[in-house]
């Protein structure tokens, strides 16, 4: 299995960023696919999922509103457009593929806003 991040960036506050997590190995469509991210020096942290068909989301509160989560189950991608990005958004997004029992972890892609 594979989660491959990408889209990352330096970008100042008030941009716009979009992640994008391609998978493989895996049956795509029958995932819950998330967002998270660690910022240096604290903890990964939940920043938003969606359901296997893209009917369900989920947002931590600080970035309702100015993000949001969708995916592709034909092109196994799932993306996280980030707009009105904010200094506190800094830290390294990972995508997470999850089901029962199982749960998959991408490499990281990098954000950084900058003041």
């Known amino acids: 299995v594979q989660l491959q991040a990408f889209g990352g960036g330096l970008v100042q506050a008030g941009g716009s960023l979009r992640l994008s997590c391609a998978a493989s190995?895996?049956?795509?469509?029958?995932?819950?696919m998330g967002w998270f991210r660690q910022a240096p020096g604290e903890e990964r942290e939940f920043v938003a999922r969606?359901?296997?068909?893209?009917?369900?989301?989920d947002y931590v509160d600080s970035v309702k509103g100015r993000f949001t989560i969708s995916r592709n189950n034909v092109k196994n991608t799932v993306y996280l457009q980030m707009n009105s990005l904010k200094p506190d958004d800094t830290g390294v997004y990972y995508c997470k593929a999850d089901r029962i029992n199982e749960a998959y972890w991408g490499q990281g892609t990098e954000v950084t806003v900058s003041s």
């Open positions: 969606i359901s296997w068909s893209g009917g369900y989301t």
């Open positions: 190995g895996l049956t795509f469509s029958s995932y819950t």
